[in-house]
């Protein structure tokens, strides 16, 4: 059962666009939703994280939006650039521990 | 501070082996995790040990267990390998057992032939 759904698969952008990831989740027990950004031959690197009880939070270029009601929340990435081009990965949290439910993840490809 | 160490970073095995890989967490940090990531069905969480006590467990067969030893380091093991054993197999660690930001290893790139 996949807890967590991510769209699209992958993004073509023009540096300076804004890339839009977008997530779902089902179980309303999750309460810590971070964002991870992954390079070839890397492991992820937490980008940003958001708790349920905030709408929006920024960091740098990042910004994620969230609606709880919804069940979803989105990464946005303001002014793209060719270093941003990595595949991205949403991720949920409920309870004690440090157990992340992670999205399928979504390429992401910054053009010059 | 040296980031999360994996090893070995490359492993080649046939079917019905077993394996055992290593992480070293960052140094003072307690709690290590563990996930596999495939391109089929990307990244999931196999499990977590704090204080040398598993704290949660993924959905995976008893065939992938794990330890953590006095030092914090963790080990996981696979047993009878299967063809669709083969991934990356990435370890996080994080200072505690709560919600903090975990951080990865660049993993070990298992392949079962």
């Known amino acids: 059962q996949q807890q967590v759904k991510q769209s699209p698969q992958s993004l073509i952008v023009q540096k300076g666009g804004i890339p839009i990831i977008n997530c779902a989740y089902e179980?309303?027990?999750?309460?810590?939703f971070p964002w991870y950004q992954q390079f070839p031959g890397k492991g992820p690197a937490l980008l940003i994280a958001?708790?349920?009880?905030?709408s929006e939070k920024k960091e740098g270029r990042f910004t994620i939006s969230f609606n709880k009601s919804a069940k979803q929340f989105s990464l946005h990435i303001m002014d793209s650039q060719p270093g941003d081009s990595a595949t991205y990965f949403c991720?949920?949290?409920?309870?004690?521990?440090?157990?992340?439910?992670f999205g399928g993840g979504t390429r992401v490809l910054v053009k010059p | 501070k040296a980031g999360v160490t994996q090893t070995p970073r490359y492993l080649i095995k046939t079917r019905g082996q077993q394996v055992t890989l290593s992480c070293s967490p960052i140094s003072g940090h307690r709690s290590v995790s563990w996930y596999q990531q495939t391109p089929g069905q990307g990244l999931q969480f196999l499990f977590e040990?704090?204080?040398?006590?598993?704290?949660n467990k993924g959905n995976f067969p008893g065939r992938f267990s794990g330890r953590q030893f006095s030092n914090s380091r963790s080990e996981m093991n696979v047993s009878t390998l299967e063809l669709g054993d083969s991934a990356l197999y990435l370890c996080?660690?994080?200072?505690?057992?709560?919600?903090?930001?975990?951080?990865f290893g660049p993993g070990t790139r298992l392949l079962v032939l």
């Open positions: 991720a949920a949290a409920r309870g004690a521990g440090n157990k992340l439910t």
């Open positions: 958001i708790r349920p009880d905030v």
């Open positions: 040990y704090f204080s040398e006590t598993q704290r």
């Open positions: 179980n309303t027990a999750f309460d810590y």
């Open positions: 996080a660690s994080s200072p505690e057992a709560g919600r903090e930001t975990q951080y």
